[in-house]
């Protein structure tokens, strides 16, 4: 009974998603059953904020779990950026409900989870900073994956090199004061060219949702359970 169950159950509901999705999208319906379906995707978005919540908690337990072993394990050589890790984390969930108390207990403060000075403070020249510095970072991955890229093997190589040139100069001032030009070449590059190639790809992703609902549907995608068989 309980194979049944597990193999039948969360196909069938996943079915009958689907299908009352796509007939509340192309079939008119009357008002009590928009009410109704209003009301249910209501209460399954609310669930899974729920869902969500409890996920963020166990990821951030799971955290902890990782870089207290990793301290035990590693010893000084990782001790530090895990101890700091830990640290901020265990800061920001502190003050975040702290922040959270305050916006219900004392609403006329005007103090929410986001605004919460400590909170702030540490989002704004904590997190904030470092985010930037992780971006700025991936820059030279970037700077190094073009290279590679870039190589001019054969034509259809140099016609990207050529083409992202345009579309890198374009996009700075730089490409302005060496060529007023660049800026309208890298504007018909990105609405001809690019939306041409995009289109295909697009149309693609569509087919493939559609032939995924398909296979959803006649219950020949088990995948997504966790099972193969």
């Excluded at 999208?25 to 009410?35: G, I, N, P, R």
């Excluded at 510095?133 to 991955?141: G, K, P, Q």
């Excluded at 289109?199 to 995608?221: H, M, Q, S, Y």
Aim: proline fraction near 4%.
């Amino acid at each position: 009974m309980s194979l049944v169950v597990r193999k039948y159950v969360p196909q069938i509901i996943v079915s009958a998603i689907i299908v009352a999705t796509v007939a509340f999208y192309y079939l008119y319906v009357s008002k009590e059953v928009a009410d109704a379906f209003g009301r249910a995707d209501k209460a399954l978005s609310d669930w899974a904020v729920i869902i969500t919540s409890f996920a963020l908690i166990v990821g951030g337990i799971d955290i902890l779990r990782f870089h207290v072993l990793r301290i035990k394990k590693e010893g000084l050589v990782q001790a530090p950026f895990s101890a700091v890790t830990i640290a901020l984390l265990i800061t920001m969930v502190v003050f975040g409900v702290v922040g959270w108390y305050y916006s219900y207990a004392a609403p006329e403060l005007g103090i929410t989870i986001t605004t919460q000075p400590q909170f702030k403070w540490l989002y704004t020249n904590v997190y904030a900073p470092a985010d930037a510095a992780m971006y700025s970072i991936l820059v030279f991955y970037i700077a190094s994956a073009s290279y590679r890229a870039f190589r001019v093997r054969n034509p259809m190589a140099l016609l990207l090199l050529v083409t992202a040139v345009i579309v890198m100069l374009g996009n700075t001032t730089v490409g302005g004061l060496i060529w007023p030009g660049f800026l309208s070449l890298r504007d018909w590059i990105m609405t001809v060219p690019n939306t041409a190639a995009f289109r295909p790809i697009t149309i693609g992703a569509g087919l493939g949702t559609i032939v995924l609902g398909l296979r959803l549907l006649t219950w020949r995608e088990i995948s997504w359970m966790g099972r193969r068989e």
